[in-house]
């Protein structure tokens, strides 16, 4: 992986790099990449804390200490930095396996939750938004709880959880809270739908998410595939088609 990514600066090779490393190192590459550099890249520790299992999340981190000799927890704290605490408190919570993967879907406690989130998302300006709260909320179970949180949310007070939200964050901390609310593999669709729209095309995005796509883990290549699909009526292939060429398309 460290030679093609040496030997090749094209979309292609980054995308093949990515795609050759194993699951840890993945993980850790690409939250080094999105803390490197001038500014830290939100959105991409976004997609990989909001979209892995605990278990590859640790390997990740693992990994990502033994090359480093520090703490990645420091290390991300460091880069998001006062402007984004409330993403960090999410993200670290994250990243400390405090997310449940694969318990079953608690019905009563996600109606319970509905009314709590509620409660944040109706109060007015003079009043204090508990973002680590609504954290806390939508982190209770499994991303099927969460998602049903969503449902559940739209159905009793005829808006999205999504936009009662909007009005209470910032965009990368409403975007990591959005995240939850749908499957792993909804929210990967999205955010390739997001960079193949508009005027130009966000390869940078394409490379990093469709490198860290397999057959075989969750999130798989065929889940994601599916679910742009049906979200958007299309297939991901047809879509790709008319935004890329070259090596990168095939």
């Not at 790099?17 to 959105?43: F, N, R």
């Not at 880069?79 to 999410?90: D, K, P, S, T, V």
């Not at 319970?112 to 938004?129: I, S, T, Y």
């Not at 209470?168 to 975007?175: M, V, W």
Request: negative net charge.
């Amino acid at each position: 992986a460290k030679e093609v990514e040496g030997e090749t600066s094209s979309d292609y090779g980054r995308m093949m790099a990515y795609a050759m490393s194993a699951p840890e190192v993945y993980v850790a590459d690409v939250i080094d990449k999105a803390c490197k550099g001038l500014g830290c890249d939100e959105e991409a520790l976004i997609e990989v804390c909001c979209t892995r299992t605990p278990e590859q999340l640790l390997a990740g981190k693992a990994c990502w200490e033994g090359r480093n000799d520090a703490s990645l927890f420091d290390y991300v704290t460091k880069e998001l930095g006062h402007e984004y605490r409330h993403l960090n408190i999410l993200l670290l919570k994250i990243l400390k396996g405090e997310r449940p993967w694969d318990e079953a879907v608690d019905d009563a406690r996600a109606a319970q939750h509905v009314e709590k989130l509620h409660k944040e998302c109706a109060k007015g300006m003079m009043q204090d938004f508990k973002e680590d709260k609504v954290v806390d909320y939508l982190l209770a179970g499994p991303p099927a709880e969460a998602a049903l949180c969503a449902d559940l949310y739209e159905k009793k007070y005829g808006k999205s959880l999504k936009k009662a939200l909007e009005a209470k964050c910032g965009k990368k901390f409403h975007l990591a809270l959005c995240a939850l609310l749908v499957t792993p593999e909804e929210f990967l669709a999205m955010r390739l739908e997001t960079a193949m729209k508009g005027w130009g095309t966000d390869e940078k995005v394409l490379v990093r998410l469709l490198g860290g796509l397999d057959h075989d883990s969750r999130p798989s290549m065929p889940a994601v595939v599916a679910a742009y699909q049906r979200k958007y009526t299309r297939t991901l292939r047809d879509a790709l088609k008319s935004e890329i060429s070259g090596n990168f398309l095939k």
